[in-house]
Each structure stands twice: as C-alpha cells, then as structure tokens.
C-alpha cells in the first residue's frame, strides 16, 4: 500500500514557474515508477510524466518536453514536478501516481495508487 500527497500547486503568472511534490508513505516507494498526470475542467485526465523506479529513465508528454521534469529522490520518498514558462492551458488539477509494475507506461490505468491532486492555476 501506498499513500500519496501532493502539494507545491497554487496561482502564478503564466511565464512563471512551479515546483510540485508528491510525497509517499511505505518502505517500497523506491520499487514503484511514478508518474504525474493532469486534469482541466471538462476535461479528461492527461498523462504529463513518467520517471522509472531507479529515476533512470524518463518520459514526458510530447506537448510538455522542455518545460516539465520530473525528477525523485528515493531516500526522501519524494517525486517532483518541475514546470517552467507555465502557460493558462497548464491549468488544472495535478496527480502522482505509482505504478507496481516497472515497464514504462503513459496510461493512467497503469498506475495503482494515485494522490488526492494539487490544484495549478497559471494567470494570464
């Protein structure tokens, strides 16, 4: 079992930046790929990021490449989002999410624990 928290999200100018976490609970965090993903209103949930149990391998949107990163640190239990030259359409309500298996997936049915979401909103 693993328990996610987000947090980092909140308003900012669109050319501006944030950086988000999600924080696990468990001994096993480091085994588990992670991913983010983010839900606009009236919108469906997108996938943004992937980063591999060991942080070795990583895969972003293609719409995203360049100004996201995700990144983690294992002896914190911790996987981050780093998002730059934020734009309006990047709002919306972002989640972590851990995957048990180690293949690299972009769907969110791959994922078996998911966060609560933390809420970007990007100023124009």
């Known amino acids: 079992q693993v328990q996610l928290v987000e947090s980092g999200g909140g308003l900012v100018q669109a050319g501006g930046s944030l950086r988000l976490s999600c924080a696990a609970s468990?001994?096993?965090?480091?085994?588990?790929?992670m991913g983010w993903f983010r839900q606009a209103p009236g919108k469906e949930r997108e996938f943004v990021a992937f980063i591999s149990w060991s942080g070795g391998r990583t895969v972003y949107a293609d719409s995203l490449k360049g100004r996201f990163t995700i990144s983690r640190d294992n002896a914190k239990n911790t996987v981050y989002l780093q998002m730059i030259s934020l734009k309006p359409e990047d709002t919306a309500v972002y989640y972590c999410a851990a995957a048990a298996r180690r293949a690299t997936t972009t769907q969110a049915s791959g994922y078996d624990y998911w966060g609560q979401g933390t809420q970007v909103t990007v100023s124009s």
């Open positions: 468990g001994r096993t965090f480091s085994t588990y790929a």
